[in-house]
């Protein structure tokens, strides 16, 4: 089976741009998680779903952060207007419950912001 | 809140050898689920090893073990007949019943030939 997949693996954007993270989770896992990975702060929850339902957004940096889940299989994370110090390893997780269950993770997402 | 803490930033061993990457918890959970990730140069997050807290017995998965000690609130992971492939940083987790998954910040790992 093929595991969690994201796109792209590398972004490098200049400040102002809009930036679209995109996931696709485990078929039959029904929760999804988007962390951020940084040296200064380690991995941090952004957001997570179930069930397509955000659930938890309390770790969402501010409002130019917003995620989505239209369906089951699909998930993005847009960045608008991106800063430099957005730059980080974004990694999306899903999970078969919700929360109760072991976290698979994606290859991530390595955003660098001019 | 809960909090996980690895205190050793930096371990090395010999190839072939065995070692331990430490960890403890802090939390007033009674049930909780406990893992060890591993991120080699890659950065893929890849699960290592399980533990359920209600389950007395130690997690073992192949040449990856725990030492799980719930009164002391420790969760070792031990490795035995380290190989290359095994240099990475890993990365112990916590997540008590409906709350979320805490990373403590993680340990390198350096095998020497």
């Known amino acids: 089976d093929a595991g969690v997949i994201q796109s792209p693996r590398h972004e490098v954007t200049e400040m102002g741009q809009e930036v679209t993270l995109r996931c696709k989770p485990i078929?039959?896992?029904?929760?999804l998680f988007w962390y951020r990975q940084t040296m200064m702060r380690g991995l941090e929850l952004l957001i997570y779903?179930?069930?397509?339902?955000?659930?938890?957004d309390s770790g969402m940096p501010e409002d130019r952060f917003s995620a989505k889940m239209p369906n089951a299989s699909f998930s993005t994370l847009k960045i608008q207007p991106s800063e430099p110090r957005d730059s980080a390893v974004y990694f999306c997780a899903s999970s078969r419950g919700r929360q109760h269950y072991e976290q698979y993770f994606g290859p991530g997402t390595r955003l660098t912001v001019t | 809140a809960q909090t996980v803490t690895q205190s050793q930033p930096e371990m090395s061993v010999q190839e072939a050898e065995t070692v331990t990457l430490s960890c403890t918890y802090d939390?007033?959970?009674?049930?909780?689920?406990l893992f060890w990730y591993k991120q080699p140069p890659s950065r893929q997050m890849i699960l290592v090893i399980r533990q359920e807290a209600y389950k007395q017995q130690n997690a073992t998965e192949n040449r990856f073990s725990v030492n799980f000690q719930k009164a002391a609130k420790s969760f070792s992971l031990k490795i035995s007949d380290s190989q290359l492939g095994d240099a990475a940083m890993y990365f112990c987790?916590?997540?008590?019943?409906?709350?979320?998954?805490?990373f403590g910040t993680g340990t390198r790992l350096t095998i020497i030939p």
């Open positions: 987790a916590f997540l008590p019943y409906g709350e979320k998954l805490t």
């Open positions: 779903f179930n069930n397509n339902v955000p659930i938890d």
């Open positions: 078929s039959g896992h029904n929760s």
């Open positions: 939390t007033s959970e009674s049930d909780y689920y």
